[in-house]
């Protein structure tokens, strides 16, 4: 048992409290919900909301339970690379996609990413292949699933399966009646919740710092000297500062071309709201990004990874964590900001694919009347849950190190497939679609290719790092595309 009789019934409490202020905003998004324009984009909402909202999305379960974990294994290294250079290219990212594919993306009416893609290239093909690709971004929803099953199963003594069935039951279910009139609001619910833990987390470690910063050092050396030095050869992702500073600056570039994140852009009321929709989420980013701090704090409580004479798997850490170091009163909140972390980007991941499938794939052959395209999408949204459910209960009793990685795998794919459409066909005029459909699928091919394929010194350990892969395939992915386009102009 990890937790205690006390703290798992402050936790029961707490969920069927979350779940009843979650189902108000559901019902209430519901009313406005008339067919699939109102499911996929809303009906327009303010600058600090969709700000929140997309802080909240781009921070999930993965930054507040799952990465620490890896930092709590490699150390100073991780933090570097999860911590500082990834966010750094995010915040970069984002301010230098958000205006313009929110003004065009407004000019279209596009609803979802592949429709944005297609529409902006004229090609229909175009918006087929990223509604099938955008299939991938399952994996991420399997790594929430996983990670949020791991934070209620501890704190409520209960056996995953269970935990996981209740839960995928329960956020698929609501998210098929409210879709972005309900999400932008949870979403920014959500995120304040995550914004107050985010400072619980961080300042619980105070008393690791009573002698100072050196002190802190020292904790860590006494376990590892290896947490403690810039790079850590011992992991298979901190490995030296290509993986570190290189790798996290190509895929914090890329990771913003991903369809719950870039449409947030289409929530706004207009062009204007852009500036303080980026401030709000920047800032607040920011400071959700600097929790994985928290997994330092993991490993000197647990300096062998284990509790109770228990091994812990890297993704238990903060779980056991929070359980181990907050009383039941203050833990109930912390285990509140983690699923809000958790539900807020699944929530944004559920609603932004079956838009997709239900708009993009299997829209060309439905009827298409506003009734038939909202129930076909609720459809859509339980065969999401019945893959999603089967793959992350896999991930729990099979984990390949951490669920991450396997995520990693199927979202790098995707993005670095985005990364040269998103682009190009925000800042170049006259691209040909040829061109565009060459460099995404390149990019898809090398990532897998490499990966599998072992190639490269990056891909010779029982388990690799998907970031190398997708880093290379993206830069190649971008010469493709660049040098298709210099010909075509040539030749025109």
């Given amino acids: 048992m990890f937790a205690s009789e006390t703290w798992s019934l402050y936790v029961t409490i707490l969920l069927v409290v979350y779940a009843l202020i979650i189902l108000f905003f559901v019902i209430r998004g519901n009313l406005r919900t008339k067919n699939m324009n109102d499911f996929a984009i809303g009906s327009g909402f303010p600058a600090w909301a969709v700000g929140l909202s997309l802080a909240a999305s781009m921070t999930s379960a993965a930054t507040f339970i799952i990465n620490p974990g890896f930092i709590a294994l490699y150390g100073f290294s991780g933090i570097i690379s999860f ?9 970069a990212s984002l301010i230098f996609f958000t205006k313009s594919f929110q003004k065009y993306g407004s000019t279209v009416k596009a609803l979802t990413m592949a429709q944005w893609i297609g529409k902006r290239y004229d090609s229909k ?21 996983v990670g949020l099953t791991q934070i209620i199963s501890k704190s409520l003594n209960l ?21 972005a009139n309900s999400m932008v609001y949870t979403n920014t619910v959500q995120a304040i919740l995550m914004f107050i833990v985010a400072v619980i987390l961080l300042l619980s470690g105070s008393e690791y710092f009573s002698n100072g910063f050196d002190g802190f050092v020292d904790l860590l050396n006494n376990i590892n000297p290896q947490l403690t030095e810039p790079t850590n050869p011992q992991s298979f992702l901190f490995r030296d500062y290509f993986e570190i500073i290189f790798t996290q600056i190509i895929i914090g570039i890329a990771i913003v071309c991903q369809p719950h994140i870039i449409t947030k852009t289409l929530f706004l009321r207009s062009e204007k709201a852009v500036n303080p929709y980026l401030t709000v989420a920047i ?7 600097l929790v994985v701090i928290v997994g330092l704090y993991a490993r000197i409580t647990f300096p062998d990874l ?6 812990l798997g890297m993704d238990e850490l903060v779980s056991a964590y929070v359980v181990r170091t907050f009383s039941a009163g203050v833990g109930v909140i912390i285990v509140a900001g983690l699923i809000s972390a958790g539900l807020s980007t699944l929530e944004a991941l559920i609603q932004s694919l079956s838009s997709t499938i239900t708009t993009d794939l299997l829209g060309p052959v439905i009827n298409k009347t506003e009734k038939t395209g909202v129930a076909v999408n609720k459809v859509v949204i339980v065969a999401l849950a019945i893959v999603s459910f089967f793959l992350s ?9 951490s669920v991450a990685i396997f995520a990693q795998n199927g979202v790098y794919a995707y993005f670095a497939a985005a990364f040269v459409p998103v682009l190009f066909g925000i800042y170049f005029k006259k691209v040909s679609k040829n061109a565009v459909f060459i460099a995404s699928f390149s990019a898809v091919a090398l990532h897998f290719i490499i990966y599998y394929g072992r190639i490269t010194p990056y891909m010779q350990e029982p388990v690799n ?22 010909f075509s102009r040539k030749t025109a």
Avoid: D, H, R, W
């Fill in 83 to 91: 911590g500082i250079v990834m966010p750094i290219a995010i915040f």
């Fill in 125 to 145: 093909g175009l918006t087929i292949f990223f509604a099938v690709l955008s299939l991938l971004l399952i994996t991420f929803i399997v790594l929430i699933c």
């Fill in 159 to 179: 056996e995953p399966f269970y935990v996981l069935l209740g839960l995928v039951t329960f956020v698929f279910g609501y998210t098929m009646f409210g879709g």
């Fill in 283 to 289: 800032l607040t980013m920011s400071v959700f990004f």
């Fill in 306 to 311: 284990s509790y109770k004479g228990e091994a």
């Fill in 393 to 401: 209960y896999y991930q729990i009793v099979n984990p390949n190190v």
């Fill in 465 to 486: 790092n998907p970031g190398v892969s997708a880093a290379i395939a993206i830069v190649i992915s971008f010469i493709i595309g660049n040098s298709l386009y210099l």
